[in-house]
């Protein structure tokens, strides 16, 4: 069963457990995740390599759920995964990344070819979407490219 969580970035990180019910630390995995033969849920998350998306990451990883991050640097991700691994001390958590920019991505097929067909042989219980991107100017100058 796939759930999507929507973070809205006016929320701060201190208020991240709250919002995420995850000051019981086994609340998420209990209710979205699984173990199946040593195999675990994964969480995917899309701009973990910072700010809120990281922090997230974290939580998730120190409940069980297996990480997955997306993001569009690659120096980052390896910083990240190195800290999630330490930070929660546990053997059985498998991490992976995604090298992708979401702001070159325009279509449903995109995202299909670039993020879905290289997700689809993971179990995942949750989606957290946290990357963005920015358009500078005035509305009327913004072009879909």
């Known amino acids: 069963m796939l ?20 000051s019981d630390r086994k609340t998420l995995y ?9 195999k675990r849920t994964w ?20 409940q069980g759920f297996n990480i997955c991050i997306l993001g569009r640097n690659q120096e980052k991700i390896d910083v990240c995964i190195q800290k999630i691994k330490f930070k929660t001390n546990d053997n059985r958590l498998k991490i992976k990344s995604l090298l992708v920019d979401f702001s070159e991505m325009a279509t449903i097929e995109d995202y299909k070819i670039k993020v879905g067909k290289k997700l689809i042989d993971l179990d995942i219980g949750i989606v957290v979407l946290s990357a963005g991107c920015l358009n500078e100017g005035p509305f009327a100058d913004i072009t879909a490219k």
């Open 43 to 62: 969480a995917v998350i899309t701009g973990g390599t910072n700010g809120l998306g990281y922090k997230i990451a974290k939580l998730l990883a120190k």
């Open 30 to 38: 209990s209710r979205y995740g699984h173990t199946v033969e040593n």
């Open 3 to 22: 759930r999507t969580f929507y973070f809205a970035r006016k929320y701060g990180t201190e208020r991240t457990k709250d919002i995420l019910m995850l």
